[in-house]
């Protein structure tokens, strides 16, 4: 089975990673971009079992290592 994991800074921190696309996608003559948050995508490959229990151990993931759950927010699919 697969888990993707989304992990995005949570709303009110700053985020120059998305401001500098922001601005690259400025110069590159791409108007009306008025805000750009940059995140992370992470796919991983779980052995097949229940899938309440992968999302368990996909959160515990997410919250040790995954994602920094002070100034990022995470989702999780389970495929």
Do not use: W
């Not at 097949?48 to 040790?64: L, P």
């Amino acid at each position: 089975m697969k888990a993707v994991v989304h992990v995005m800074l949570k709303p009110g921190v700053l985020d120059p990673q998305g401001e500098a696309v922001r601005h690259a996608l400025g110069a590159l003559g791409f108007g009306g971009v008025e805000g750009v948050r940059q995140g992370k995508v992470i796919e991983l490959d779980l052995a097949d079992g229940d899938t309440a229990e992968a999302e368990a151990q996909v959160r515990r993931m997410c919250e040790k290592l995954l994602a920094n759950t002070v100034i990022e927010s995470y989702r999780i699919e389970i495929a």
